[in-house]
């Protein structure tokens, strides 16, 4: 009779039990009815405005970006890698509200560096593609050179911009992210190389100026002790974003796309990048509008003119 009995992994009461807990524990989150709290508390300080508009946005934000990769990974890798990556990501998401200080500009960090990593990859090959080693000359040693100088710059340049990053930032990721994108789109549609090195040239320059502004603002809201983990933790999510990047794009287990259309993948990658910035950058700066207003209108008002609301005929040296 027992060899009628199967092992427990490979009945199905094993693997339902396991995802019966995964699923319990991973909504099973006791701490979050005290999220708010604690993020307004002395740990995080921050202001009831900020939780509001700037740190809850992120889930729909990131829900977005990920959607799209995600499910397409779901259906190529199947499901017991994407629950190891979910359970990863419940994991930092936690470190971050720990440890963290800042969300906005990590999130760019971690998605343009994958970006930025892959096309490092994999440029080599797309100018081999379009224009063989075997039958032309070749400068591509030339224009990475170039590309880091232009890069290195534009990084030195940007020190010297006066610029409310706080209001503009997500407006300066948006535009330099549709730069990067359509540089991008242009090294894929065209035929002729030296058109692929200056959008090569375009988008690393883009990449390192970019890259500069955001590394100053996440340390700006850190304490030095904290620089490692959150500069870890930017690099540790651009790498598993990367890493599921080439499963579905490269891998012949995923799409196993060739290098002229991988190209328009990464074009459309940070042309989504660029939209979701765009929509966030839209939002602070009507949202800053819309509080100077009254603030405006009050600073309008005749000083000798009491306010409607405030007592009348008061006398300041009375009061002094």
């Not at 094993?14 to 006791?30: A, E, Q």
């Not at 779901?74 to 930092?92: A, E, M, N």
């Not at 998401?93 to 990859?121: H, M, P």
């Not at 042309?271 to 800053?288: D, E």
Request: aromatic share 16%; proline share 5%; glycine share 6%.
């Amino acid at each position: 009779m027992g060899c009628f009995k199967a092992s427990p992994s490979h009945s199905w009461i094993y693997p339902t039990v396991i995802l019966c807990l995964f699923g319990f524990f991973s909504m099973m989150r006791p701490s979050e009815p005290f999220l708010v709290p604690y993020l307004s508390g002395p740990d995080k300080n921050l202001t009831s405005s900020e939780i509001t508009n700037e740190i809850l946005p992120i889930w729909t934000y990131s829900y977005l970006a990920l959607l799209f990769p995600v499910f397409i990974a779901t259906d190529y890798v199947r499901y017991k890698p994407v629950i190891i990556l979910q359970g990863i990501s419940f994991v930092v998401t936690w470190l971050l509200l720990l440890f963290g200080q800042g969300f906005y500009w990590s999130l760019w960090w971690a998605f343009s560096t994958a970006g930025f990593n892959q096309i490092l990859n994999y440029v080599q090959i797309l100018w081999d593609y379009k224009a063989p080693s075997q039958n032309s000359f070749i400068y591509n040693g030339a224009v990475e050179a170039v590309a880091t100088f232009g890069g290195a710059v534009a990084a030195f340049a940007v020190g010297f911009v006066k610029v409310n990053w706080d209001l503009l930032g997500e407006l300066a990721l948006a535009i330099f992210s549709i730069i990067s994108a359509g540089s991008l789109f242009l090294m894929h549609y065209t035929t002729n190389i030296w058109v692929c090195y200056a959008g090569y040239l375009i988008f690393k320059s883009s990449y390192m100026l970019l890259i500069t502004i955001a590394a100053f603002q996440i340390a700006v809201n850190l304490s030095v002790e904290r620089y490692a983990l959150v500069f870890g933790m930017n690099t540790f999510v651009a790498l598993v974003i990367q890493t599921i990047m080439t499963v579905i794009v490269v891998d012949q287990k995923g799409l196993n796309l060739p290098i002229s259309i991988q190209f328009l993948v990464y074009g459309s990658y940070f042309a989504v990048i660029a939209g979701i910035f765009l929509m966030r950058s839209i939002y602070i700066i009507c949202s800053t509008k819309f509080q100077e207003q009254p603030q405006s209108s009050a600073t309008c008002q005749n000083p000798a003119e009491p306010h409607p609301d405030g007592p009348r005929n008061v006398n300041m040296e009375t009061k002094l």
